[in-house]
């Protein structure tokens, strides 16, 4: 048996404390150590919304793993596309 979640619209409103990856929900704080390597730098994304005429870009925090996994897909459609011509 699955469980099931339910919120209201007042929860998308819900001021956090914390930034969280808009991909898996995870949270993007880093640890000092990851940070000095260079491997806790969280990505970004950006959703683009087109209306007629009215176009938005919207920011997403991604978590790193999420934003390579993202990047790495995009470049490889990328590259299929250009393969089909």
Do not use: Q
Not at 37 to 65: H, K, N, S
């Amino acid at each position: 048996m699955t469980k099931a979640t339910v919120a209201s619209h007042e929860d998308l409103f819900i001021e956090r404390s914390e930034t969280r990856c808009d991909a898996c929900g995870g949270s993007l704080a880093t640890d000092d150590d990851d940070a000095e390597r260079g491997y806790g730098m969280p990505g970004r994304g950006v959703y683009l919304w087109a209306r007629g005429d009215e176009i938005r870009f919207e920011g997403a925090p991604l978590c790193t793993a999420c934003a390579s996994a993202i990047g790495m897909t995009a470049l490889a459609r990328w590259e299929i596309e250009e393969e089909e011509g």
